[in-house]
């Protein structure tokens, strides 16, 4: 619903004449003018908030969990477009996540995995679509979209910054708690981080990261 600005701004400089609330006065005034800052500032956010969602609703790629996507709408732009959303997307989250004082597995582990898997969900229909599409420009930037998605999740896995965030979530008491199913999923990071190079120096882990992206 549109919020009638000129309204409320009006009303402002006649403030309920014919009602004791604020009166006719310079409080009532700034009072007035204070809620119309609010009301504006609220308008503003839900307007980027709707052009944003307006914008994601156009790309099929970024469709929302459990919702088919829309082959027949693809475009080598809105292919090319939906990567670097999601690159955008997983740089803000991961600058949240490496930053934080306190672990837990919540707020670092789980949610390191849904930043992967936010990649992952562009990654596996773009592995279809590179190979089967009949269109030949939207074959080969999917090809380009999957592997700039792919680097930058092989380059998640050699981060010094991302690393030193879970080892800090391992010293944590809660971490020493873990079992089953978490204790599992904190061992296959570790791991995966291991075979990605770390305890090797940083030149090798690059030279790691470019050997398995090349095999993949």
Request: glycine fraction near 4%.
């Amino acid at each position: 619903k549109k919020i009638d600005i000129n309204h409320i701004f009006a009303l402002s400089f006649n403030p309920y004449k014919n009602m004791n609330i604020f009166g006719n006065n310079f409080f009532g005034n700034l009072i007035l003018l204070t809620m119309i800052g609010c009301v504006t500032g609220i308008a503003s956010c839900r307007e980027r908030e709707e052009t944003m969602q307006e914008t994601t609703e156009k790309i099929p790629l970024l469709r929302n969990a459990g919702e088919v996507l829309a082959f027949s709408e693809l475009t080598a732009d809105n292919i090319a477009e939906a990567a670097s959303i999601a690159i955008t997307r997983a740089d803000s989250e991961l600058s949240i996540l490496i930053t934080l004082d306190k672990r837990t597995f919540e707020n670092t582990l789980k949610a390191y995995d849904g930043i992967l898997n936010s990649i992952n969900r562009l990654i596996m229909p773009l592995d279809l679509i590179s190979e089967v599409d009949p269109d030949s420009s939207i074959r080969d930037v999917s090809k380009e979209a999957q592997q700039k998605l792919k680097d930058y999740m092989y380059g998640m896995l050699i981060r010094e910054d991302l690393y030193r965030a879970i080892k800090e979530f391992v010293e944590t008491a809660e971490a020493e708690q873990l079992s089953g199913s978490r204790k599992k999923f904190l061992n296959d990071i570790l791991l995966k981080y291991k075979r990605s190079g770390f305890g090797l120096s940083p030149e090798k882990r690059i030279l790691a990261k470019d050997l398995k992206s090349k095999i993949d």
